[in-house]
C-alpha cells in the first residue's frame, strides 16, 4: 500500500501558475503510473491527466491540455503537474494516484490515492 502525498496547492489569481507535486512511501516510477484528478463538490470526479510508468508520454484531458504539464523526477520518484493560465473552473482539490504500469484517466482503476490539495482560482 502505498502512501501518497500531494503539495503545492493554495490559491492564486486567474491566469496564474502553480506546482503540484506526487511523492510517497514506496512509489516507483519504473512500476507505477501515476494519474492526476480534480474533484469539486457534488460533481464527478475528473481525470485530467497521467503518465504511465517508465518515462510514459503524459496524456491530457481536453480540459487541461496545453494548460498544464506532467513532469518526472526519477531520482527522487516525485511526479509534477505544473497548471498554468489557470481559471476559476479550475478550482478543485487535486488527487494523484497510482496503478501498476500503465496509466489511464478512468478512477476506478487505481488503487492508491492521496489526500488531496486544494486549488482556489480567484481575485
Known amino acids: 500500500q502505498l502512501e501518497l502525498v500531494e503539495s503545492g496547492g493554495g490559491l492564486v489569481q486567474p491566469g496564474g501558475s502553480l506546482r503540484l507535486s506526487c511523492a510517497g512511501s514506496?512509489?516507483?516510477?519504473?512500476?507505477?503510473?501515476i494519474g492526476w484528478f480534480r474533484q469539486v463538490p457534488g460533481k464527478e470526479r475528473e481525470g485530467i491527466a497521467y503518465v504511465s510508468a517508465k518515462n510514459g508520454v503524459p496524456y491530457y484531458a481536453d480540459s487541461v491540455k496545453g494548460r498544464f504539464s506532467i513532469s518526472v523526477d526519477n531520482a527522487k520518484n516525485i511526479v509534477y503537474l505544473q497548471l498554468n493560465s489557470l481559471v476559476s473552473e479550475d478550482t478543485a482539490v487535486y488527487y494523484c494516484?497510482?496503478?501498476?504500469?500503465?496509466?489511464?484517466?478512468?478512477?476506478?482503476?487505481?488503487?492508491?490515492w492521496g489526500q488531496g490539495t486544494q486549488v482556489t482560482v480567484s481575485s
Open positions: 514506496g512509489l516507483s516510477l519504473d512500476y507505477h503510473a
Open positions: 494516484a497510482a496503478r501498476a504500469w500503465t496509466g489511464t484517466l478512468a478512477d476506478f482503476l487505481y488503487h492508491d
